[in-house]
């Protein structure tokens, strides 16, 4: 919870201690560039100053990003190419400049786009309708980031975007497909003034034919670490109560099969080409335009808090559902997370809104169980819960959560766990869970309890922080004391 400096200065001495890593910054914590990212930075903070004053055109769409955001502008680091010139065009005819704005810097992580959101690129007078967000892949393809520490600067981005644009709604494009195909070494060149150290060298295939179709070919080397953070996405937007919305975009991209990245549409495995910005654009035009146009999300600020529960849930079940047309998850009338997650209405109305808004919030899994029923069963979960377990709300929903546990579970820690809730106490503890597959998933388990008006616990929350054992064991020690943390 300190600042920024002096969490980089704690993972600096850490690594001090033997760990002989570079140390960067955290996805989810603001980081300033060093090189030739100011000018664009400065450009874009007039450029938001300036949109709706003095006759100028308000931004209803603002689009932030990297590289293949900022070659919406026709640039790349502010500089005009005629090879971008078409995808400027392309974004001009889905996008108009009298209402869309894209600030994009090619190179950008998590971290340094929210720098950026944190000092003068959302200083709007009128905040745009839907910001459009794409951003992660440099997280994961240059600095090797986890798919969770990816997620996390993702969400941090969000929640800035949301704090700092009230009324606002946030779209997610999900990491774009990209190369290099798995079994490859990164080939990415670096940035200027940025480390080459990570680059790797490949050994030229003499078959053209076969060399072609290895650049393109999928699943890639980054493939399960998108399809991690995608599906984290999904579930934050399920629980944003309409504030949030996603839509799949990678399709758009793939072959029928799903087997190779199409040349036409990403000629660099990396970022789309015209056509392929094109064909980007017919899916997330409609999504934006549906985002735009769906009610207020709740919780906001200009039509109040409503807990998960409270009046207007029947009448369509607080269903969620999925536009078809654009593959957008949007709330039905703005309403809670879907009738898949369970039900809150047993739990205290006096404890349901704080509730509420940390299970829309939370990166972690959440799940709800009822202290007065026979086992104590799960009445809630949120999407994390089954996104990060494999477990789908059918299998979760009425069960003891004790399905989690596995063969490595330590018995001791069950028992103390056991002795909490028997006397309606909090527990804190560190377990062994495993995935539906499997997988072994460190939990580290904050248990509280939830009492009704009259002090009586009647339900437990469990906020478990899950984390495969084997991504720890095999991470830098860098990497494990923030974990730990």
């Known amino acids: 919870r300190g600042t920024p400096e002096a969490a980089r200065s704690m993972w600096a001495r850490r690594a001090g201690d033997g760990v002989g890593a570079v140390v960067r910054a955290h996805a989810g914590i603001p980081e300033r560039r060093v090189d030739m990212w100011e000018a664009l930075?400065?450009?874009?903070?007039?450029?938001?100053?300036?949109?709706?004053?003095?006759?100028?055109?308000?931004?209803?769409?603002l689009f932030l990003g990297d590289s293949i955001t900022e070659a919406c502008?026709?640039?790349?680091?502010?500089?005009?190419?005629?090879?971008?010139?078409?995808?400027?065009?392309?974004?001009?005819?889905?996008?108009?400049?009298?209402?869309?704005?894209?600030?994009?810097?090619?190179?950008?992580?998590?971290?340094?786009?929210?720098?950026?959101?944190?000092?003068?690129?959302?200083?709007?007078?009128?905040?745009?309708?839907?910001?459009?967000l794409c951003i992660g892949t440099n997280n994961?393809?240059?600095?090797?980031?986890?798919?969770?520490?990816?997620f996390l600067g993702i969400r941090a981005v969000v929640l800035e975007i949301l704090q700092r644009l009230p009324g606002t709604r946030v779209l997610l494009t999900g990491i774009l497909p990209r190369g290099p195909a798995a079994g490859s070494p990164p080939q990415m060149p670096p940035v200027p003034f940025e480390s080459d150290a990570y680059v790797g060298q490949q050994p030229l295939n003499p078959n053209p034919r076969e060399a072609f179709a290895r650049k393109y070919a999928q699943p890639g080397v980054?493939?399960?670490?998108?399809?991690?953070?995608?599906?984290?996405?999904?579930?934050?937007?399920?629980?944003?109560?309409?504030?949030?919305?996603?839509?799949e975009c990678g399709f758009a991209f793939l072959t029928a099969d799903g087997g190779a990245?199409?040349?036409?549409?990403?000629?660099?495995?990396?970022?789309?080409?015209?056509?392929?910005?094109?064909?980007?654009?017919?899916?997330?035009?409609?999504?934006?335009?549906?985002?735009?146009?769906?009610?207020?999300?709740?919780?906001?600020?200009?039509?109040?808090?409503?807990?998960?529960?409270?009046?207007?849930?029947?009448?369509?079940?607080?269903?969620?559902?999925?536009?078809?047309?654009?593959?957008?998850?949007?709330?039905?009338?703005?309403?809670?997370?879907?009738?898949?997650?369970?039900?809150?209405?047993?739990?205290?109305?006096?404890?349901?809104?704080?509730?509420?808004?940390?299970?829309?919030?939370?990166?972690?899994?959440?799940?709800?169980?009822?202290?007065t029923a026979k086992d104590q069963p799960i009445v809630f979960a949120n999407d994390n819960f089954f996104v990060q377990t494999g477990y789908p709300p059918e299998e979760v929903l009425g069960r003891n959560c004790r399905f989690l546990q596995g063969p490595g579970t330590d018995r001791e820690t069950i028992r103390a766990m056991r002795e909490a809730i028997a006397r309606g106490k909090e527990f804190h503890g560190r377990l062994m869970n495993y995935h539906k597959n499997g997988t072994s998933l460190v939990n580290s388990l904050v248990m509280s309890p939830l009492r009704d008006e009259k002090g009586i616990v009647t339900h437990f929350i469990g906020i478990q922080r899950?984390?495969?054992?084997?991504?720890l064991d095999d991470a830098p020690a860098e990497y494990q004391f923030r974990a730990a943390l």
């Open 222 to 247: 980054h493939t399960s670490a998108i399809h991690a953070v995608n599906e984290r996405l999904k579930a934050l937007a399920s629980g944003s109560g309409g504030s949030v919305a996603y839509v």
């Open 466 to 471: 899950l984390a495969p054992a084997k991504s």
């Open 41 to 61: 930075h400065a450009t874009f903070c007039r450029e938001a100053k300036e949109a709706g004053t003095q006759g100028r055109p308000r931004c209803r769409t």
């Open 140 to 150: 994961l393809g240059r600095d090797n980031d986890s798919a969770e520490d990816t």
């Open 261 to 371: 990245i199409r040349p036409e549409l990403m000629r660099d495995v990396l970022h789309p080409s015209a056509e392929g910005m094109r064909a980007w654009f017919a899916v997330l035009k409609p999504a934006v335009d549906a985002l735009r146009n769906a009610p207020a999300p709740r919780d906001s600020w200009y039509e109040g808090p409503r807990a998960i529960g409270d009046g207007g849930d029947a009448a369509n079940g607080g269903e969620r559902s999925t536009n078809t047309a654009t593959n957008t998850m949007v709330a039905n009338d703005g309403r809670e997370p879907g009738a898949h997650n369970g039900s809150l209405s047993s739990v205290s109305p006096g404890v349901r809104l704080a509730l509420s808004r940390l299970i829309a919030w939370s990166p972690h899994a959440l799940c709800v169980a009822d202290a």
């Open 73 to 132: 502008r026709g640039t790349q680091f502010g500089e005009y190419y005629d090879e971008l010139a078409a995808r400027r065009r392309a974004f001009e005819d889905f996008f108009p400049l009298k209402e869309a704005r894209a600030f994009g810097i090619s190179g950008d992580r998590t971290q340094n786009l929210l720098y950026r959101v944190c000092n003068g690129e959302l200083s709007f007078r009128h905040p745009p309708s839907v910001v459009v």
